[in-house]
């Protein structure tokens, strides 16, 4: 027999408006959308998302935000703030991480995690899945949905279902009556073009989809009708694919007030070089590049770079090369608003690296990569429209 498989989904709720309503309880309780100015109705641009509170008014992603304006004039409007969701992002996929190595990002709020070989640490796959949630409450302040199932397709439905904060476990006794009454839009892949023609044979439901003669299916679709017709049945092979490994792991901090008081400026360095050397060596990872980025008041930004003989993850080696590369551009006139610690070139220090891989990577890159995922899914225009800080250069 086959090894039971566990693989779970996991979504956060309304995730961009969830984090500005954690960061100012006066937006609690409150309609919120996040998109792009809706200039009082005359505005261009869409509705990245939404609080459940908008949501009540008809509100919903990818919606002009002019007609956002309309369903809910009283609503509070805002910009997205992105490198802030990234940052809340990657410290989720931290969490996540602590479970499993095999995690599959799938965008800024959303991961797959195939814990069959792992649960046995944390208890019962189900109470697996309960502490991933309340840890991700307790280190971000924010509720996720997660469904747990023998397959991609069930788990994604189950996170999907059980929204907000919510958890729903499909065993394999129960996934063909679970699967039998959904809408065949929750088959992801299954377009609205194709649900047309199943529509036209009668089909609206995974169930009527299943009970078909799979030939009947094949004869509409081709091969691809094969496997909308397994899907339906319960049959999804699909592996959970973990991300290939890191090339780097950074951190950046963004001071308060911008400085030029060498301590502080000093300090946030020796605890950015901490970050990152406990990072790797969580990773088990060791490398043999440290770069220094300095981003002055008037965003000027630098960047350095310094090889080092031997691969390393140590505090001391890292801040050793940091500092005068820092002190080379510290001067009493220049305030300074953000520094940042890069280690790259990265090898694994032992055996152990296999075990827990991933760590991070250039916060830049995977900002653009965040972004062109939610493009990739959503459409070029569904985020980010009115760009202030980032997403453009
Ligand atoms: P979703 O997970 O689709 O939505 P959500 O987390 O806001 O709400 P839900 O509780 O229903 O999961 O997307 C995650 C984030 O991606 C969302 O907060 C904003 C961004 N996004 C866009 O920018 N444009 C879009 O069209 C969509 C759907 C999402
Ligand atoms: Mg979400």
Request: charged residues 30%.
């Amino acid at each position: 027999m086959p090894k039971r498989r566990f693989v779970v989904h996991l979504d956060m709720d309304a995730f961009f408006a969830a984090i500005e309503q954690r960061d100012n309880p006066d937006l609690r309780g409150q309609p919120v959308v996040i998109g792009a100015d809706p200039k009082a109705g005359r505005g261009r641009g869409v509705v990245a998302t939404c609080s459940y509170e908008a949501r009540k008014f008809g509100i919903h992603s990818a919606m002009p935000i002019s007609t956002a304006y309309q369903k809910c004039p009283r609503a509070i409007f805002l910009e997205p703030d992105m490198e802030k969701y990234i940052s809340i992002s990657d410290r989720i996929m931290e969490i996540l991480y602590t479970f499993t190595h095999a995690v599959e990002r799938v965008s800024v709020d959303e991961a797959f995690l195939d814990i069959s070989d792992t649960y046995g640490h944390f208890g019962t796959p189900l109470q697996t899945c309960l502490l991933i949630k309340s840890r991700i409450k307790e280190a971000v302040g924010l509720t996720a949905s997660v469904g747990l199932a023998p397959n991609k397709l069930a788990a994604k439905i189950a996170s999907e279902i059980s929204k907000p904060d919510g958890m729903v476990e499909v065993t394999p006794e129960k996934l063909l009556d679970f699967l039998r009454p959904m809408s065949l839009k929750k088959i992801w892949g299954l377009g609205e073009k194709s649900r047309l023609v199943l529509d036209k044979a009668g089909i609206k439901t995974i169930g009527e989809l299943a009970d078909r003669n799979i030939s009947e299916i094949i004869a509409l679709f081709g091969k691809t009708g094969a496997y909308f017709w397994q899907l339906a049945n319960g049959i999804d092979e699909r592996e959970v694919e973990p991300e290939t490994e890191a090339k780097s792991v950074s951190n950046e901090f963004t001071f308060d007030e911008d400085t030029s008081a060498i301590p502080e400026i000093g300090a946030a360095l020796l605890t950015l070089c901490e970050k990152v050397s406990s990072r790797l060596r969580q990773a088990g990872q060791k490398g043999k590049t440290v770069t220094l980025k300095i981003r002055f008041a008037n965003f000027q930004t630098f960047t350095r770079a310094v090889t080092v003989k031997e691969p390393t993850n140590t505090v001391e080696i890292i801040y050793r090369k940091i500092k005068p590369l820092a002190d080379s551009f510290l001067t009493k006139r220049k305030k300074v608003r953000l520094v940042g610690v890069k280690v790259s070139g990265l090898l694994p220090s032992d055996i152990q690296a296999t075990l827990f891989k991933s760590a991070g990577e250039d916060r830049s890159e995977k900002l653009y990569q965040a972004i062109d995922k939610i493009r990739e899914k959503f459409g070029y225009d569904s985020i980010y429209r009115s760009s202030t800080k980032i997403g453009r250069k």
